[in-house]
């Protein structure tokens, strides 16, 4: 008897027939994919009767504020035409996207080969002129994405960097007598125990832990003595510093490895305010500084985080505070 559904021909369609379809699974696959991942509402948006070539609105329940959400519009694209991944990164052929550049909102982008299951992502903040062609592994899309999407949105609308902060120090030149040292060291230490009590929530990172790890750092043996003490004088206000945004945000240097079960990411963060100053008691006057901090964010998933529903909340992330220090501005 034959058999219909091994023997039937697949009907020959267009290629733009071939591209519509492919765009519309894309979307389809997408739509579960950021559902999952960040804990988010999907809604399709008609092609027909939308002219501002948006696909998806994507709702995400906010990760450490409760009954807040973060809202964005996400555009999906497919295949080879707008990207290519080499040497574990993704490549985006910006000439092809240069309907995303200047738009009045910030943009999510979302791509796939169509081919295999992995799903990748990047932002584009609003009114930009341009975006960057090569993303790194965490552009894979998973249940780390929304603390990454978080910070973006918020590091976008607030740049407060530390404004109408003041903290003191003796001279210009940092020099201390072994007894006023002692005495710096101590104070800095007692405050650094008070904050490590703290729920410390800063708007873009989230929680930060305090831990042993930034005070061995700040006082390790073998730092050049005017960092140390540069650290030492500012942190009686590191507190009210970290629930701040900063004015800038880098990665400097990340991290990816796995075992059989978990994905394991970890990133160094260095955030720059650039409104905080430090009263000069010997020059008697307040003088600008860029103060400079440190992060390690840690976080893991399970690889078959697709494929379970209770495998997408296994997820951990942590940040903790490294290290503290400032510069005179010039």
């Known amino acids: 008897m034959k058999n219909f559904f091994t023997n039937s021909i697949s009907p020959k369609i267009s290629t733009l027939q071939q591209n519509i379809n492919n765009g519309k699974t894309a979307e389809k696959y997408f739509s579960g994919l950021l559902t999952t991942a960040l804990d988010a509402r999907v809604n399709f948006?008609?092609?027909?009767?939308?002219?501002?070539?948006?696909?998806?609105?994507?709702?995400m329940s906010h990760p450490?504020?409760?009954?807040?959400?973060?809202?964005?519009?996400?555009?999906?694209?497919?295949?080879?035409?707008?990207?290519?991944?080499?040497?574990?990164?993704?490549?985006?052929?910006?000439?092809?996207?240069?309907?995303?550049?200047?738009?009045n909102h910030n943009s999510?982008?979302?791509w796939t080969k169509l081919d295999d299951s992995e799903a990748y992502w990047f932002f584009i903040k609003?009114?930009?002129?341009?975006?960057?062609?090569?993303?790194?592994?965490t552009h894979k899309l998973s249940p780390l994405t929304k603390f990454d999407l978080t910070r973006m949105v918020n590091s976008v609308?607030?740049?407060?960097?530390?404004?109408?902060?003041?903290?003191?120090?003796?001279?210009?030149?940092?020099?201390?007598t072994s007894e006023n040292y002692k005495i710096l060291r101590n104070t800095a230490k007692s405050f650094y125990a008070k904050f490590k009590q703290q729920d410390?929530?800063?708007?873009?990172?989230?929680?930060?832990?305090?831990?042993?790890?930034?005070?061995?750092?700040?006082?390790?043996?073998?730092?050049?003595?005017?960092y140390e003490v540069a650290s030492l004088e500012i942190i009686s206000i590191l507190d009210k510093i970290l629930k701040l945004s900063p004015n800038k945000h880098y990665i400097v240097e990340h991290e990816n490895s796995q075992d059989k079960e978990y994905h394991f990411r970890q990133n160094e963060?260095?955030?720059s305010y650039d409104n905080i100053k430090v009263f000069d008691q010997e020059q008697n006057k307040l003088i600008?500084?860029?103060?400079?901090?440190?992060?390690?964010?840690?976080?893991?998933?399970?690889?078959?985080?697709?494929?379970?529903?209770?495998?997408?909340?296994?997820?951990?992330?942590?940040?903790?505070?490294?290290?503290?220090?400032?510069?005179?501005?010039?």
Request: glycine share 6%; proline share 2%; hydrophobic share 35%.
């Open 126 to 137: 609003s009114n930009a002129r341009f975006f960057k062609s090569e993303y790194n592994f």
């Open 157 to 176: 609308n607030n740049k407060d960097g530390g404004k109408g902060l003041i903290f003191n120090r003796r001279n210009n030149k940092s020099k201390y």
């Open 64 to 103: 450490w504020i409760k009954n807040s959400v973060e809202i964005f519009f996400t555009q999906v694209k497919s295949g080879p035409t707008y990207g290519e991944i080499k040497d574990e990164k993704l490549v985006i052929h910006t000439d092809k996207l240069q309907d995303l550049v200047g738009r």
């Open 269 to 271: 963060f260095l955030l």
């Open 200 to 226: 410390i929530i800063n708007p873009i990172f989230g929680k930060i832990d305090i831990t042993r790890l930034g005070w061995k750092h700040i006082t390790r043996e073998r730092r050049w003595y005017y």
């Open 108 to 110: 999510l982008i979302c």
């Open 288 to 330: 600008n500084v860029r103060v400079f901090i440190k992060l390690l964010e840690i976080g893991s998933y399970l690889k078959t985080w697709k494929e379970k529903p209770e495998n997408t909340v296994i997820a951990n992330r942590r940040v903790i505070f490294k290290s503290i220090y400032y510069k005179q501005s010039s």
């Open 45 to 59: 948006v008609s092609r027909t009767d939308d002219d501002a070539k948006l696909d998806l609105v994507t709702i």
